[in-house]
């Protein structure tokens, strides 16, 4: 019979979600413009992202150019694009 214990299960996860605090706050500290290329995005030459830029599902698909400037509240959406294709 297989046993489930529940202090184990809920211990993990409080260890989780400390973990996980830890990495979001790292991430604060990060270039935003580093933190883009460790997602994958292809970033140009002088360009700046602010710390709140959002990169959606599929960062390994943008590619921002040279000289761009990425600010508040921008939000770069990478899905939907597999019906569009598919109807071509």
Do not use: W
């Not at 211990?11 to 413009?33: D, E, Q, S, T, W």
């Not at 390994?60 to 071509?88: A, D, K, P, R």
């Amino acid at each position: 019979m297989f046993y489930i214990n529940h202090s184990e299960i809920k211990h993990n996860f409080f260890r989780m979600k400390y973990l996980f605090k830890i990495y979001l706050a790292f991430l604060k500290y990060i270039n935003p413009v580093k933190r883009a290329r460790l997602l994958g995005v292809k970033v140009g030459d002088n360009t700046m992202i602010t710390s709140n830029v959002i990169f959606s599902s599929e960062p390994y698909l943008i590619e921002i150019g040279n000289n761009c400037q990425l600010t508040s509240g921008v939000v770069i959406n990478t899905h939907g694009g597999g019906i569009f294709v598919e109807i071509i």
